[in-house]
């Protein structure tokens, strides 16, 4: 088990920009991506960008590609999801992930608690 520790979640107009963090401890040795979903009022939870933690490779959901980026510190298990260009179509609670294997979300991944981002118009 992971745990995970986000921040940086907030109140922002749109156009604005935010950063998440998240922090991992536990068992992080066999880490494999970390990455970030989010959950807006009523739709279910979606991917928004993961990061291969060895190669640093990113993916990003079509939504946000263009303006969110996923970046990592390998020495600090952290992870950050810069945000600009932010849309009232942002406004969800953001979940870090991650993960022993490529199935980020999957059933072998470990949460955070959430964070809320909320922009408005």
């Known amino acids: 088990q992971v745990q995970l520790v986000e921040s940086g979640g907030g109140l922002v107009q749109a156009g604005d920009s935010l950063r998440l963090s998240c922090a991992a401890s536990g068992r992080t040795d066999s880490t494999y991506a970390m990455g970030w979903f989010r959950q807006a009022p009523g739709k279910e939870r979606e991917f928004v960008a993961t990061i291969n933690w060895k190669t640093g490779r990113t993916s990003y959901a079509d939504s946000v590609k263009g303006r969110f980026t996923i970046s990592r510190d390998n020495a600090k298990s952290t992870i950050y999801l810069q945000m600009n260009s932010l849309e009232p179509e942002d406004t969800a609670v953001y979940y870090c992930?991650?993960?022993?294997?490529?199935?980020?979300?999957?059933?072998?991944?470990?949460w955070g608690q959430g964070t809320q981002v909320t922009v408005s118009s």
């Open positions: 992930a991650e993960s022993p294997n490529f199935l980020i979300g999957g059933s072998s991944s470990s």
